[in-house]
């Protein structure tokens, strides 16, 4: 049976149960959250003409750069602006998460948990044609997404064939003999990996991609101990797969699919234990990956604490080179801090965003 949470939003009585198990308070879920769109940088001059075009008023979203909010009902898909690259969806959250790595020109930025990459596409614009980016995810169809979105938002940044050059390792129009050799390459790769039946897929983005001072082979081995201290990425970004309860219109899409299969796929207690321990070892491979003096950001759309400040306590107690940093930007960002001193979370009743948790870490030379 759907009853009204206090915030008046129908949430199945499983989701309800879910919140009631993690402690996450159901009035923090409101339907007045708007949508969000970043700006591609160098695009400010026609806000007014998407403005006409979305029929509704951009509002600069001001603890944010280049961020906008809009009408939760306005549909962007349709319009040109949208189309030519000019905006994006993406939730405010996300985009503070982003911004809490301080990405800087040059730096060598690894997306641990990509697709389908509206995360990646604020990464590109904040390096434009500087350093590199290597976007990782497990799931091939999610990548397919992801491709598309940052092929359209690169759009017009590089003449064609410099294009074609960039995107060579994934572009959909590679020759049919480099998809032989890459999916051969892929096999190879994937023989390395003592257990795992699904191979997270790489795919690069910029100039130099790759990984920094380690090949790609050496991405899928699981290191012992830290031994992978002095090479790595300037910035890490841990953006997890979790629950997603923090995203209301995400829990919402289960209307359609069903409850049901919300509480299959979503909220059965041996997926939840399960995730918990995949978010542990995607933070600590990520964390293996950056250099000393590096910055690693771990992410979750989950409000639970299971899921963020656990995984948090788990990981700084089995590794001594990481460290928590304050994110200094976050005092204007309207979030609260987490369990943890240091941590922040967004929630739709503080923040006027999504749900999101993030924490932010250095790597120390010890
Ligand atoms: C929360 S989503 C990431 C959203 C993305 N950062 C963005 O901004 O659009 C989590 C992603 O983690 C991926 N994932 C799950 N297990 C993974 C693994 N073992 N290695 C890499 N990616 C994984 C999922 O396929 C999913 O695309």
Same mark, same amino acid.
């Given at each position: 049976?759907?009853? @009204? ?31 969000? /769109? ?23 979203? @001001? ?10 009902? /306005? ?22 998460? +982003? ?136 910035? +890490? ?39 918990? +321990? ?33 995984? +948090? ?44 948790? /993030? ?8």
């Amino acid at each position: 049976m759907e009853v @009204d949470s206090p915030s008046n939003l129908p949430l199945p009585d499983a989701f309800l149960d879910f919140l009631n198990e993690n402690g996450v308070d159901p009035s923090v879920y409101t339907n007045t959250t708007p949508r969000y /769109v970043r700006l591609k940088p160098g695009c400010e001059g026609d806000v007014e003409e998407i403005e006409v075009e979305v029929r509704c008023k951009l509002e600069k979203v @001001d603890w944010l750069p280049s961020f906008y909010s809009l009408s939760p009902h /306005v549909q962007i898909a349709n319009s040109k602006a949208y189309q030519q690259g000019k905006i994006y969806g993406i939730d405010a959250a996300s985009g503070a998460a +982003v911004s809490a790595l301080n990405i800087s020109l040059g730096d060598h930025v690894l997306d641990l948990c990509v697709a389908p990459g509206a995360k990646l596409c604020m990464v590109l614009d904040l390096l434009g044609s500087s350093g590199s980016v290597t976007g990782i995810d497990v799931a091939r169809h999610r990548l397919a997404a992801c491709r598309t979105m940052v092929l359209k938002y690169s759009l017009g940044e590089y003449p064609l064939d410099e294009m074609a050059n960039l995107y060579k390792e994934w572009t959909s129009r590679r020759p049919w003999k480099d998809k032989k050799k890459a999916a051969k390459a892929r096999v190879t790769v994937a023989s390395q990996l003592a257990s795992s039946t699904q191979d997270p897929e790489l795919i690069y983005y910029g100039k130099n991609s790759g990984v920094v001072g380690l090949t790609r082979s050496e991405i899928y081995q699981t290191f012992r101990g830290n031994d992978v201290l002095h090479c790595g990425y300037d910035k +890490v970004l841990v953006d997890a797969e979790c629950t997603h309860d923090g995203s209301i219109k995400h829990i919402q899409k289960f209307e359609y699919w069903g409850w049901k299969t919300l509480q299959r796929r979503v909220l059965n207690a041996e997926r939840t234990d399960s995730l918990t +321990v995949l978010q542990l070892q995607l933070l600590t491979n990520g964390f293996r990956l950056l250099k000393i003096g590096g910055s690693l950001v771990y992410s979750t759309c989950s409000l639970t604490v299971a899921q963020n400040e656990d995984v +948090v306590e788990q990981f700084l107690l089995q590794n001594a080179s990481a460290e928590l940093l304050e994110i200094d930007a976050a005092k204007n960002w309207p979030c609260r801090s987490g369990r943890i001193p240091k941590t922040l979370r967004f929630d739709p009743m503080t923040s006027r965003t999504s749900g999101l948790f /993030v924490a932010k870490f250095t790597k120390l030379a010890i």
